[in-house]
């Protein structure tokens, strides 16, 4: 059975940071394409970041420069290192296992985990 499940969003001020933990099992993550995808109340959904099997990295513009996103295969975990947060991060972060940077489908998804970033 599959499971990605995210930790690590909270509440927390303009400019600070925060890292986004998912997990993963039942599938083999080392050579999976993965995304981390958020969706905020009346948006639509945006992927804000990619990384590729062979470990190319993509971003949102959005995100560029702010955000990074990095797996360890050992531990079958993905991470989101967010730096610089903005009230406009806040959203609802999926980590979700998919086929690529333009792949609007995905393969796996998460339960997600709340960023709110608010003075």
């Known amino acids: 059975e599959v499971h990605l499940v995210e930790s690590g969003g909270g509440l927390v001020q303009p400019g600070v940071s925060l890292r986004l933990s998912c997990a993963a099992s039942?599938?083999?993550?080392?050579?999976?394409?993965m995304s981390w995808v958020r969706q905020a109340p009346g948006k639509e959904r945006e992927k804000v970041a990619h990384?590729?099997?062979?470990?190319?990295?993509y971003y949102a513009d959005s995100v560029k420069g702010r955000f990074t996103i990095s797996q360890d295969n050992a531990k079958n975990t993905l991470f989101l290192q967010m730096n610089s947060l903005k009230p406009e991060d806040t959203a609802m972060y999926y980590c979700?296992?998919?086929?690529?940077?333009?792949?609007?489908?995905?393969?796996?998804w998460g339960q997600g985990t709340q960023v709110t970033v608010s003075s």
């Open positions: 979700a296992a998919d086929r690529g940077w333009l792949c609007r489908a995905f393969v796996y």
């Open positions: 039942g599938f083999d993550f080392a050579v999976s394409d």
């Open positions: 990384i590729s099997s062979g470990g190319a990295t």
